[in-house]
């Protein structure tokens, strides 16, 4: 609400503060500025979310891109503010200039950001960076330009009816923040799920630029020269024309761009309510990998990992089995090699993998099309909330094939809760295998899954299945590892009552990646490894 005007304080106004010459009425001068607020507050918090949301997806680890992009684009606002104070004597013009740059910068933050990752993630050395040091950068320019809005916007309105300070600060403050709440709603509900992260913010500033041209050239146009607006003309048509160019190219630039990380064969590529699946390969002999928000999960290596996965938990009574995630088809399929197994439940979030598991002839032809078994049943749920209802003592295999415990949305997966849920779900003697994160390369995130299994009640067996060939890192950093290193799997397996053997059943077919005595090895040569004293990971306190 607008409060009534007060006089003002005492004292003069500065010589450049005079009444501003408006071609409207001042309360209708004051409602258009405080309408331009509203606006340009909106689209600063998409620029931020947008940022947020791109960096947590290509660089990973969602908090910590948060709180980079947070702490320093509030720090740069505060910057901007102290700078903009120069530049009141000129407030319109150095508003419109303001507007125009943080519409250009904004709007093309996504691309510039996609692109770096794209065509020099693999670079390796200073570069393998590059997207982290740009998404400083952006947030700093962002922060900087956000910043000097509000006290030039205070000179305008101040210029338009002199008021008290406190009453202007109050009127442009509430303009701003009921514009950041329509700003952070229509990003995730509008902008991402309509228009996606490189339109929606090249949308988003086209509306920026047309607010604040549109406030300057028209409302304050009487207090700039001729010079100056031509220049603010120019200016905004030229953002407003690279903005369009960019929106009708950017199909293009995301096909090319998607190609330089995945390569040319790539054949299919959507964006769920969840995550981005990319299917490359799989015809004509090519190899078939899955790329979920650009994180391999199934790739020429695959059968080494999901035998490792499967077998030594299916190494006793295994009737009924519960596979959280797998919803490419492949867990399921290692478990119905195994004679005697009567139901699979499969708990995935995305329906879109399973679609893509059960309908694309090279993925289906890889997991040997389990989906079309009748004993396996599907359910789309998280996997936490699904165990929270879940029947009690009903599965004699639970087997968590889900992603790596370092990515910030798996990390209550990777709990104590989580674990003393799905300990729950275990029939007397069943048996939990858990898939916790490459072993070599982050030992303490590994061991750290083995401690908050055992502080769910359950007792550990802890083993490492080598010969990862992959291009991809293997953990939540979704940049490429140039150094092509062998990498390797982390699992743990547990069982509620006693430590469950490490072996192989062998009245099952023979894997063929795997042998008793090799498994035996890796087992004893990752407990020698053992990190003691590490605590559990919780819900509120997250370890990973």
């Keep these: 609400m607008i409060e009534p005007h007060a006089p003002a304080p005492p004292g003069p106004p500065p010589p450049w503060a005079g009444p501003a010459r408006l071609p409207v009425q001042p309360s209708t001068g004051r409602f258009l500025v405080l309408a331009c607020v509203f606006v340009c507050a909106a689209c600063g918090l998409v620029y931020e979310l947008e940022l947020v949301a791109l960096a947590s997806y290509l660089i990973g680890d969602s908090v910590t891109q948060a709180s980079v992009v947070l702490s320093v684009m509030v720090f740069a606002m505060g910057i901007g503010s102290l700078a903009a104070k120069r530049l009141r004597w000129r407030a319109a013009a150095a508003f419109g200039a303001i507007e125009a740059t943080l519409a250009l910068v904004g709007g093309c933050s996504a691309m510039a950001l996609y692109a770096v990752f794209a065509w020099t993630g693999d670079w390796g050395g200073l570069w393998a960076s590059g997207p982290r040091w740009l998404l400083v950068a952006f947030s700093l320019t962002i922060g900087l330009l956000i910043g000097a809005e509000v006290p030039l916007l205070m000179e305008l309105i101040q210029r338009i009816r002199r008021q008290d300070a406190g009453g202007a600060v109050a009127d442009l403050f509430a303009a701003d923040y009921v514009g950041a709440l329509v700003g952070g709603l229509a990003f995730p509900f509008l902008l991402l799920p309509l228009l996606g992260q490189l339109t929606g913010a090249l949308i988003t500033g086209a509306v920026n630029a047309v607010a604040g041209g549109a406030l300057v050239l028209g409302l304050f146009r009487r207090d700039l020269t001729r010079r100056t607006r031509w220049l603010l003309l120019i200016a905004n048509l030229a953002v407003l024309g690279l903005l369009a160019a960019a929106a009708v190219l950017v199909d293009d630039f995301e096909q090319a761009a998607r190609h330089a990380v995945y390569g040319h064969d790539v054949r299919v590529a959507l964006q769920t309510g969840t995550q981005e699946i990319v299917l490359t390969g799989g015809t004509d002999g090519r190899p078939l990998a899955l790329f979920l928000d650009g994180r391999l999960r199934v790739g020429g290596d695959e059968l080494r990992y999901h035998e490792a996965l499967v077998h030594p938990v299916m190494n006793g009574p295994h009737a009924r089995v519960l596979i959280l995630g797998g919803g490419d088809g492949l867990a399921a399929r290692e478990v119905l090699r195994h004679a005697g197994v009567r139901r699979v439940d499969v708990v995935e979030l995305d329906a879109g993998v399973v679609r893509l598991a059960r309908h694309d002839p090279a993925l289906a032809k890889l997991n040997r099309h389990a989906y079309d078994d009748p004993r396996v049943r599907v359910t789309t749920a998280d996997a936490f909330r699904w165990l929270r209802t879940a029947p009690t003592s009903t599965y004699d295999v639970v087997i968590s094939d889900l992603p790596d415990p370092g990515i910030t949305a798996s990390t209550k997966l990777y709990s104590q809760e989580f674990y003393g849920l799905a300990r729950r779900a275990l029939a007397p003697g069943g048996r939990l295998v858990v898939h916790a994160g490459p072993f070599a390369t982050r030992p303490r995130v590994f061991w750290t899954v083995a401690a908050t299994l055992r502080a769910a009640g359950l007792h550990t067996t802890p ?21 092509r290193a062998v990498r390797d799997w982390g699992f743990v397996l547990a069982a509620a009552r006693t ?17 008793p005595a090799s498994l035996a090895a890796d087992g004893r040569a990752a407990a020698a490894t053992r990190i003691p004293g590490l605590l559990a990971s919780t819900l509120v306190h997250p370890r990973y």
């Design 499 to 515: 430590t469950p053997p490490l072996g192989l059943d062998p009245h099952a077919p023979r894997p063929r990646t795997l042998a």
């Design 463 to 483: 083993y490492r299945v080598g010969g990862r060939h992959s291009g991809f890192a293997a953990g939540p950093d979704r940049t490429a590892d140039a150094s």
